[in-house]
């Protein structure tokens, strides 16, 4: 089944480097060029989902001016999911721009 | 602790306090760490976000199809089980079935005659309906129905007028009757049959509507609630529960299919009446609750999973299934035979009725036997469908003994149900059906 767009950008998000809440929120944001902001309650539900799956593990915790900071990795399972989707993703775009290519020909016509 | 940080603790609120004490502190660093350095209070997009998400955690099931599925079948049961509730009460105090003897009294005294009485699904409150068939000429039924009439006024009714159709009215101690006398086909070549249609009571449709409401939001809260127990619960907890819960809710199922099937034709609070199925089934639902609130949970929330063994996990959950539902119809088996062989009764002594098994085994003993042999002869065999292939795939991949003890329970998932069809199974089944 095909993945979520904010949790895809979750997983990619935390796929080069452990990050905290607001790290997710930031990167989340950036990454998606601003299309998606997440809010907490919305990002701890995802969190907790994907830990759940086993997705994503506590790496960390830290405590920053008396603050707790809980940092989460991907798990393998976790890398693998995100594998699967970007192949998904990659194979559907193969396919649309082929059929889009064979759409040009035609209406230009066979070269003779 | 600055006042924008109180107000985020506030809106938490919403969150239940299992999950404020996990998640709490680190909620409000990341809010607060998104929040610009002048903002004392929380943007309101953040505030319904929160309150969303902590009235999610409180009330809804968990995250998923499967569970969303099962909230709502839970919804289902306890909203039919309001509403049967309801129907037995407000049936129990209706005058509905004693329309049949008002008929009954009208009939010609010397006319063979057939009848039937049965509520109307469509109708709630109003008059009764009795309808007078004569195997006759047309041009007798001016003279029957005024006989009719007249017998019905010397039974102490008030009668009204007679209106085109062989129509008239009938009243007597606030009990009205519409009565229709005309000529036309009998049941079964009789001289004249009659048909008494009656309504529910008026009362019924609101308070059936309230119940079946009432009761389907608290049976999807209560299933919510459960779900959200189970998936925290050890894999032992949560194939308590679901061994209990699934039964359960199939045999409440069931009850409610055998009414829908039943009420047509008939005269009312019998077909409300409950019966063995649906006790069974609030019984096995309640212990489920009780299951759900008493089981420790599997560990903190944000912990790292161990990696799993799907294969195994699997193979250890279906064969624990098959001896849940084995060991029971085992059971009732011996029962029978000992008590055969204490008592010295032969098998059609036994399935007299003399040797019931709700009076042979308490109630705390009967009623879990009862709960999972019901269900084992139903669903040990198509568990089948699951062992049999992980038989041939856990073949190497597991250890021997884990191996055997799935052949074993497989092989009893098949041959205990199978014995049930035997002579002697069969009045070992009639005798433990009572």
Same mark, same amino acid.
């Given at each position: 089944?095909?993945?979520?767009?904010?949790?895809?950008?979750?997983?990619?998000?935390?796929?080069?480097?452990?990050?905290?809440?607001?790290?997710?929120?930031?990167?989340?944001?950036?990454? @998606?060029?601003?299309?998606?902001?997440?809010?907490?309650?919305?990002?701890?539900?995802?969190?907790?989902?994907?830990?759940?799956?086993?997705?994503?593990?506590?790496?960390?915790?830290?405590?920053?001016?008396?603050?707790?900071?809980?940092?989460?990795?991907?798990?393998?399972?976790?890398?693998?999911?995100?594998?699967?989707?970007?192949?998904?993703?990659?194979?559907?775009?193969?396919?649309?721009?082929?059929?889009?290519?064979?759409?040009?020909?035609?209406?230009?016509?066979?070269? @003779? | 602790?600055?006042?924008?940080?109180?107000?985020?603790?506030?809106?938490?609120?919403?969150?239940?306090?299992?999950?404020?004490?996990?998640?709490?502190?680190?909620?409000?660093?990341?809010?607060?760490?998104? +929040?610009?350095?002048?903002?004392?209070?929380?943007?309101?997009?953040?505030?319904?976000?929160?309150?969303?998400?902590?009235?999610?955690?409180?009330?809804?099931?968990?995250?998923?199809?499967?569970?969303?599925?099962?909230?709502?079948?839970?919804?289902?049961?306890? #909203?039919?089980?309001?509403?049967?509730?309801?129907?037995?009460?407000?049936?129990?105090?209706?005058? #509905?079935?004693?329309?049949?003897?008002?008929?009954?009294?009208?009939?010609?005294?010397?006319?063979?005659?057939?009848?039937?009485?049965?509520?109307?699904?469509?109708?709630?409150?109003?008059?009764?309906?009795?309808?007078?068939?004569?195997?006759?000429?047309?041009?007798?039924?001016?003279?029957?129905?005024?006989?009719?009439?007249?017998?019905?006024?010397?039974?102490?009714?008030?009668?009204?007028?007679?209106?085109? $159709?062989?129509?008239?009215?009938?009243?007597?101690?606030?009990?009205?009757?519409?009565?229709?006398?005309?000529?036309?086909?009998?049941?079964?070549?009789?001289?004249?049959?009659?048909?008494?249609?009656?309504?529910?009571?008026?009362?019924?449709?609101?308070?059936?509507?309230?119940?079946?409401?009432?009761?389907?939001?608290?049976?999807?809260?209560? @299933?919510?609630?459960?779900?959200?127990?189970?998936?925290?619960?050890?894999?032992?907890?949560?194939?308590?529960?679901?061994?209990?819960?699934?039964?359960?809710?199939?045999?409440?199922?069931?009850?409610?299919?055998?009414?829908?099937?039943? +009420?047509?034709?008939?005269?009312?609070?019998?077909?409300?009446?409950?019966?063995?199925?649906?006790?069974?089934?609030?019984?096995?639902?309640?212990?489920?609750?009780?299951?759900?609130?008493?089981?420790?949970?599997?560990?903190?929330?944000?912990?790292?999973?161990?990696?799993?063994?799907?294969?195994?996990?699997?193979?250890?959950?279906?064969?624990?299934?098959?001896?849940?539902?084995?060991?029971?119809?085992?059971?009732?088996?011996?029962?029978?035979?000992?008590?055969?062989?204490?008592?010295?009764?032969?098998?059609?002594?036994?399935?007299?009725?003399?040797?019931?098994?709700?009076?042979?085994?308490?109630?705390?003993?009967?009623?879990?036997?009862?709960?999972?042999?019901?269900?084992?002869?139903?669903? @040990?065999?198509?568990?089948?469908?699951?062992?049999?292939?992980?038989?041939?795939?856990?073949?190497?991949?597991?250890?021997?003994?884990?191996?055997?003890?799935?052949?074993?329970?497989?092989?009893?998932?098949?041959?205990?149900?199978?014995?049930?069809?035997?002579?002697? $199974?069969?009045?070992?089944?009639?005798?433990?059906?009572?």
């Amino acid at each position: 089944m095909a993945m979520q767009e904010p949790t895809f950008f979750i997983l990619t998000a935390l796929a080069e480097q452990p990050l905290h809440g607001y790290g997710v929120i930031r990167a989340v944001t950036e990454l @998606s060029g601003g299309r998606i902001t997440l809010r907490a309650g919305t990002l701890y539900a995802a969190l907790d989902r994907l830990t759940e799956e086993g997705l994503l593990v506590v790496d960390r915790e830290e405590a920053v001016e008396g603050r707790l900071r809980r940092y989460y990795r991907l798990t393998d399972d976790g890398t693998g999911a995100l594998s699967a989707e970007v192949e998904r993703l990659r194979a559907n775009a193969a396919m649309a721009a082929a059929r889009l290519r064979r759409t040009t020909k035609l209406a230009f016509g066979p070269a @003779s | 602790m600055s006042d924008l940080e109180r107000r985020y603790r506030r809106l938490l609120l919403a969150y239940p306090r299992a999950y404020r004490r996990e998640r709490g502190d680190e909620l409000v660093t990341t809010l607060l760490e998104g +929040a610009p350095p002048d903002r004392v209070r929380p943007a309101a997009g953040d505030a319904w976000d929160l309150l969303r998400g902590g009235l999610r955690l409180r009330f809804a099931p968990p995250h998923g199809r499967r569970y969303r599925v099962f909230a709502l079948v839970g919804a289902l049961a306890v #909203g039919y089980l309001a509403l049967a509730a309801t129907a037995r009460t407000t049936l129990d105090d209706d005058p #509905g079935d004693q329309v049949l003897a008002t008929a009954m009294a009208l009939l010609p005294p010397d006319a063979g005659s057939t009848g039937v009485g049965d509520r109307e699904w469509t109708s709630f409150g109003g008059p009764t309906e009795l309808v007078f068939t004569f195997a006759t000429e047309p041009s007798a039924i001016d003279g029957l129905t005024a006989d009719i009439r007249a017998r019905a006024v010397a039974q102490g009714f008030t009668a009204g007028p007679l209106e085109p $159709g062989h129509r008239f009215t009938l009243d007597r101690a606030g009990q009205t009757a519409v009565v229709s006398v005309a000529d036309g086909e009998t049941y079964a070549g009789t001289a004249m049959s009659f048909e008494a249609r009656f309504p529910w009571p008026a009362a019924l449709l609101p308070a059936g509507i309230a119940a079946l409401v009432l009761g389907g939001l608290t049976g999807w809260l209560a @299933s919510a609630w459960t779900l959200r127990r189970f998936r925290t619960r050890r894999p032992a907890g949560q194939l308590a529960i679901a061994l209990v819960g699934v039964p359960s809710l199939l045999f409440v199922a069931a009850a409610a299919i055998g009414t829908v099937g039943a +009420a047509r034709g008939d005269l009312g609070p019998a077909v409300w009446a409950g019966g063995f199925f649906e006790r069974l089934g609030i019984l096995g639902l309640l212990v489920t609750l009780l299951l759900a609130a008493v089981l420790p949970r599997a560990g903190p929330l944000v912990a790292a999973r161990p990696p799993r063994d799907n294969l195994r996990a699997g193979i250890r959950l279906v064969t624990v299934a098959h001896l849940a539902f084995g060991l029971p119809i085992a059971a009732v088996f011996v029962t029978f035979t000992v008590r055969m062989l204490v008592t010295g009764a032969d098998r059609a002594a036994m399935v007299s009725g003399a040797h019931d098994p709700k009076e042979v085994l308490p109630l705390a003993v009967f009623a879990p036997i009862a709960l999972l042999y019901y269900a084992g002869v139903v669903l @040990s065999p198509l568990l089948l469908l699951v062992s049999v292939p992980l038989l041939g795939v856990g073949r190497g991949r597991v250890g021997p003994m884990t191996w055997r003890v799935l052949l074993a329970a497989a092989i009893s998932a098949a041959v205990l149900p199978a014995l049930l069809l035997t002579p002697y $199974g069969g009045d070992v089944a009639t005798w433990w059906m009572d």
